[in-house]
């Protein structure tokens, strides 16, 4: 298989900034992408700048065999202009037609436990997210974990339950869902696939074992 090359979306966010140094620590080869207005979070040698609007996002995409796409926002920021439909709809609309022009062969996309039943505006935007994703014609993996570890890494009270919760609601710490992604994004498997609950803790384990 191709050595993989990952595309980063979302670098500076909370799972980003736990993806970035496990990729690195494995010698997977990454192109985070940092907004400008966020470009001072993050120092990394082969970091992209740019807006997902600039027409330059395919040419920096080029040569990535993997989109990771973690971009997504939360109801708390809605006071700093963040919407679902822009932070969670139109990014991944973005990033998946750069995808399609830049030849990646694989789209790894974080979503969020539940968004089938697509109840509530957040698990709405959530589900016309994936919908992009399966209708690109790229392969794909969406990637559907319950509550996880806040930023600081202090585990939510539903990670802290952890075996005591059925695995359809299980929590799962940033670690987790990290090595997760790496794991499905190196490996490039499974295919066509949405990974939730009892389909998706194996994968855990066995990223996690590795």
Do not use: N
Not at 105 to 112: G, M, N, T, Y
């Amino acid at each position: 298989m191709t050595p993989r090359r990952l595309f980063i979306a979302g670098a500076t966010g909370a799972v980003g900034r736990v993806l970035l140094p496990r990729a690195e620590a494995r010698g997977v080869a990454v192109v985070p992408h940092v907004r400008p207005k966020s470009a001072g979070a993050l120092a990394h040698p082969a970091r992209v700048v740019l807006e997902l609007t600039d027409p330059t996002l395919p040419d920096a995409m080029r040569g990535c065999t993997t989109l990771v796409q973690l971009i997504g926002t939360m109801r708390a920021r809605f006071g700093s202009g963040d919407t679902y439909e822009s932070s969670d709809v139109g990014t991944t609309r973005l990033l998946v037609e750069a995808a399609k022009q830049a030849g990646v062969d694989h789209v790894v996309l974080l979503s969020a436990a539940l968004t089938g039943l697509g109840i509530g505006a957040y698990l709405k935007a959530k589900a016309r997210a994936e919908a992009l994703v399966r209708d690109s014609g790229l392969p794909f993996t969406i990637v559907r974990p319950s509550s996880f570890s806040d930023r600081a890494g202090t585990p939510s009270l539903v990670a802290a339950l952890g075996a005591h919760l059925p695995e359809a609601i299980r929590g799962i710490t940033l670690e987790q869902v990290a090595a997760t992604l790496m794991h499905v994004a190196v490996e490039r498997a499974p295919l066509a696939a949405t990974l939730e609950g009892s389909t998706l803790w194996p994968v855990v384990r066995a990223a996690t074992a590795a």
